[in-house]
């Protein structure tokens, strides 16, 4: 079964930090640029990051760019986003997905119907 798996959320004080884990099963990660989503509660779902595969390009929206890192595992084929400096904000369903028809983030942020292969997310709470 091709599937994603996302692990690492919890409940956070502001300026904490998580790392977040999305293990690919059933198909490589090789081929595919690989983005981070998150959805708050009454909001439109926000592509946080992406990771191109082939050249190693990576997207980070503004609101995350220089707190959120995204990396690659090649040998347990995971991809990760470190959150550092955490923001009540950043409280979300943070989900990561394969884009099908890209390798690489030149040009992201792309649009959610690009991306398959969801993930059932892991909340992130960031809360005194």
């Known amino acids: 079964q091709v599937q994603f798996v996302e692990s690492g959320g919890g409940l956070v004080q502001p300026g904490g930090s998580l790392r977040l884990s999305c293990a690919a099963a059933g198909f490589s990660l090789d081929y595919y640029a690989i983005g981070w989503f998150r959805q708050a509660p009454g909001k439109e779902r926000e592509g946080v990051s992406c990771?191109?595969?082939?050249?190693?390009?990576?997207y980070y929206a503004d609101s995350v760019k220089g707190r959120f890192t995204i990396s690659r595992d090649n040998a347990k084929n995971t991809v990760y986003l470190q959150m550092n400096s955490l923001k009540p904000e950043d409280t979300a369903v943070y989900s990561c997905?394969?884009?099908?028809?890209?390798?690489?983030?030149?040009?992201?942020?792309?649009?959610?119907?690009?991306?398959?292969?969801w993930g059932q997310g892991t909340q992130v709470t960031v809360s005194t």
């Open positions: 997905a394969a884009n099908l028809m890209r390798s690489t983030c030149r040009n992201a942020p792309h649009a959610s119907h690009e991306y398959s292969y």
């Open positions: 990771l191109g595969t082939s050249d190693g390009t990576t």
